[in-house]
């Protein structure tokens, strides 16, 4: 694992240099086909780590889901023109494909020598059970929090405009209704208490014990807001949700899955989630069975795209909407490269940071710069649509994100960073550090290893609020008392 870090970390500095000392130039096939290469390289060197990571259930661990989606943003459009699949002047800015190419090898050799740094660590650490934390959760006070956000969610948004898919489709939530926006939060955040402080409650047991292991009201409450966002559209919610049931299994039972029964799972959750994304682009006007009556017909097609005359294909129809967030990379680059635009050295991470405390938006916004500098979502659909009137977003992703405050050398630093968390999030739930129990740890991994598909086409440091929220709730109704020698 020394041999992976040392020749992961020469490669992201060469293509750092590659990328500080070459300006936007037309699309070269040569060197967009050499950088997929190396990502091809790249991606056998983190296998070859994580093979000796002491990690189980390697397969579907945490990271694995991260990097597959990192990569999908990073290289499948780009493996698309290379195949000649695409035309290259269906891009947003063609001359800035080749540098998208570089810092993509940057990106993804950056976490790969993050990650099996902290592997070569913890690999040669023999952990046992040295010591548990005394718990004894307050489920009761824990399930009313949930009802009470829950409730705040539905009102908030506006219980008809969720079921319509109104609220999603008219924009970015967050504008429509400040209560709902932090019931929604909360409840995610009580969720993962109560997965964090059940898994202490039942060890080793079957999926279905598992699950009567949570009070019963917060099992009827769970399966409403998944219906409810289903139903609106949203898939994010969707995933990490059931992710976070899965992860949780997975830490409390110690059993490894099924490859045959995991790539079933994987098959029906891809068809279902498209599905979802295909009928919330549909007018409101129309019924819900009908939305998905069509949406599934479109799916069988090729997908939403397969109906737009400008679709051309791809290389892996499944993840084409995912890899549709390089966008925001060449945006970003251009922004900077070709527009001559300012980062924001640190201000959108502070930003990210701050939403951890309620209402600091406040607080932050006195700080004279321009709406769109505060976060990378806002400055994409500011460059994008040339101004802040849209009725929907772009999106982000997190090289942009990175690029954007810190530039190349922030990419380089910040996803080696990433590396050395996503092996912290493997090793809680799923290596030697289960041994030892942990509910701030587990939270924090659980949160991060539900959203692991969606983090590369956000932000990181965002997810803090709920980790923040979390651990509140922990400490206050979790019964976390000390801890005694085993």
Known sequence: MKSVKIISILIALIYTALFMFSEPSPYSRQLCAF??????????????????????????????????????????????????????????YPNTINKCAFIGVVSIASFNAGYAHLAKKYSATKFCPKFTSVVRPNFFALAAIQLISFLMFVFGFGFSNLISGAS????????????GTYGEILLYATNVAIVVLSSSQKRNASFVVYLNSFPMSTKYVFVLYILIRMLSGDRGPVIYNG???????????????????VSILALVAVTVINVIGIARTFDNTMSIGDKFTIAMTLYQKGGRFAMDDVYEGTCFPPTIELAGSSRVTEIAINNIECQHDIYTYGLMHFVQLMNSIPFSSHLYRMIPMRPEYFSSSARANYCFFGGYESTWGIGTNMIADFYWDFGILGVLILFFVVGLAFYKVDNVLLGSERYTFNPYWIGFALIYAAESVYIPRSTFFSLIRTVA?????????GGVKKTINT
């Not at 694995?64 to 990569?71: C, E, G, S």
């Not at 970015?172 to 400040?178: L, S």
């Not at 899965?246 to 490859?259: E, M, P, T």
């Open 243 to 261: 992710l976070l049931l899965l992860y949780g299994y997975l830490y409390s039972s110690s059993r490894k899955l099924n490859i045959v029964k």
């Open 35 to 92: 950088s997929l290469l190396v990502c091809i390289g790249l991606i056998y060197l983190f296998v070859l780590t994580s093979k000796y990571s002491g990690i189980e259930n390697k397969l579907i661990k945490p990271s694995n889901i991260f990097m597959t989606a990192l990569v999908v943003i990073c290289f499948q459009t780009i493996a698309d023109y290379v195949l000649g699949i695409r035309d290259i002047s269906g891009s947003l």
């Open 469 to 477: 929220y979390c651990a509140v709730l922990i400490y206050f109704f």
């Open 168 to 179: 999603y489709l008219g924009g970015n939530e967050a504008a429509t209704g400040t209560i």
